[in-house]
């Protein structure tokens, strides 16, 4: 399990290819925090079934406000592993949100 003892942030988890990297980086051993607009509970629970963490944060990715109190809820729950993929959303910044 390359990812065990990870947590890692996907956004856009909900659906798509968002949650096949969800799948995938818990089936890597990694625990997943799930972000989205929509919601992604199904995506959760299937992780959990996986036998890993997860939660999910309603968040819009646009909006950084939403973004740092995310992060926040976070770091109360997991210990937060960048884990970056090729596929990302543009903040308008590159400099860290933590």
């Known amino acids: 399990m390359l990812l065990k003892g990870k947590v890692v ?37 299937d992780v959990r079934s996986i036998g890993r963490k997860s ?4 968040m819009d990715v646009t909006n950084m406000g939403e973004v740092k109190e995310g992060v926040e809820k976070i770091k109360k729950g997991f210990w937060l592993h960048r884990c970056p993929r090729k596929q990302c959303s543009d903040f308008g910044s590159s400099r860290p949100i933590i």
Request: aromatic letters at 0%; glycine letters at 12%.
């Open 55 to 58: 939660l999910a944060i309603k």
């Open 9 to 45: 942030l996907v956004t856009g988890g909900a659906r798509g290819l968002g949650r096949a990297d969800a799948l995938a980086l818990a089936e890597a051993g990694a625990d997943v925090v799930i972000a989205d607009i929509l919601d992604a509970e199904k995506t959760v629970s």
